[in-house]
């Protein structure tokens, strides 16, 4: 009896400060594709917090005092993996050992690719990361620099696993079971909304495949060579990337040699992205026939939320399609 009662008066205390009563896990995410998917899983109990707010990009991303705080408050975290969010590395090594944080590119059942190497994908020649892997995202900033041969991000595959709903399919599934294990009592919940946003993500896919058909073997150039796990899945052509790592700009050779690709290339689209600088984009046209457009693979110009994902593919499939069937 004096149990229940101490208990009782326990609970009343932690009425006055609801995060610690709430029976919600307090849930944070690194990047907005993804906390897209995890808000939707958790629609009608809580809003997970999300890091890389507004137009920020996760490759040049600086954490704020709000981000430390609430990795610090977090019960759960989820994050693609260091390849990705190399900025995350450090503070969620110092967070202790009271979050789960969970490593999506670990997730069961994930289509991967590697980096992909030569020609206009290959790094250029001045910078120091520039053998084994063609984009590593800044990954091993922290890792001694003899030793970076790939180990370090996971075999040296592309991280922007997200871009292939397929893979946005897997990771539902493993954002489901880690939300399942932490809130047993929102079970359910967590259950119909993943089941709902997988059957929305096969709808998604067989949208997106008949929209790209028709442009399917026209080549483009994009800003950074985050795309992979979409030409994978849909068929489209990526001729180049500007820069290979977007933490670092091109130089002036690269530029030059991408330049003389669009034109070897004839007419065709060259894509900025809304976090970079879009004067590359005017130069690498300069002369040519070549169209610009904008791509947004990490949703950077896009309101975070469950429709995110969805408003993210379908503009991806939008501004391909726009630019190459002029
Ligand atoms: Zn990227």
């Not at 079971?177 to 096969?202: C, P, S, T």
Request: charged letters at 25%; one cysteine or more.
């Amino acid at each position: 009896m004096k149990f229940a009662a101490a208990l009782l008066l326990s609970s009343a205390a932690m009425i006055c400060a609801p995060s610690a009563f709430a029976a919600t896990p307090d849930v944070v995410v690194s990047i907005k594709p993804i906390h897209s998917l995890v808000a939707s899983v958790m629609k009608g109990v809580a809003e997970p917090k999300l890091i890389v707010e507004g137009a920020a990009s996760p490759h040049t991303y600086n954490m704020r005092p709000s981000n430390a705080a609430a990795l610090q408050n977090a019960d759960l975290i989820f994050w693609v993996g260091h390849g990705m969010e190399a900025f995350l590395e450090k503070p969620l090594e110092a967070l202790g050992s009271k979050a789960t944080v969970v490593t999506l590119e670990d997730a069961p059942g994930l289509t991967k690719l590697k980096f992909r190497e030569g020609g206009v994908f290959e790094p250029e020649a001045e910078e120091g990361h520039d053998h084994g892997h063609g984009h590593n995202h800044g990954a091993g900033e922290d890792h001694a620099d003899g030793e970076d041969d790939g180990d370090h991000d996971h075999e040296g595959n592309d991280v922007h696993l997200w871009l292939d709903p397929m893979n946005a399919k897997a990771m539902t599934a493993e954002i489901e079971k880690q939300l399942v294990q932490a809130d047993a009592e929102h079970a359910a919940i967590y259950q119909k909304n993943a089941a709902e946003l997988m059957g929305k993500l096969d709808a998604l896919d067989t949208d997106l495949k008949a929209e790209l058909s028709p442009i399917k073997d026209k080549p483009f150039i994009v800003f950074h060579d985050a795309y992979q796990y979409f030409e994978h899945r849909y068929g489209v052509k990526v001729a180049g990337s500007i820069t290979v790592s977007p933490e670092t700009m091109p130089g002036a050779e690269r530029v030059k040699e991408i330049h003389q690709k669009v034109e070897d290339l004839g007419a065709t689209c060259v894509f900025a992205e809304p976090q970079f600088e879009p004067k590359l984009v005017k130069v690498v046209t300069e002369g040519s026939k070549a169209k610009s457009g904008v791509l947004d693979p990490e949703a950077g110009a896009l309101k975070e939320g469950p429709e995110l994902y969805f408003d993210m593919m379908r503009g991806l499939a939008t501004s391909l399609k726009t630019c190459l069937s002029q």
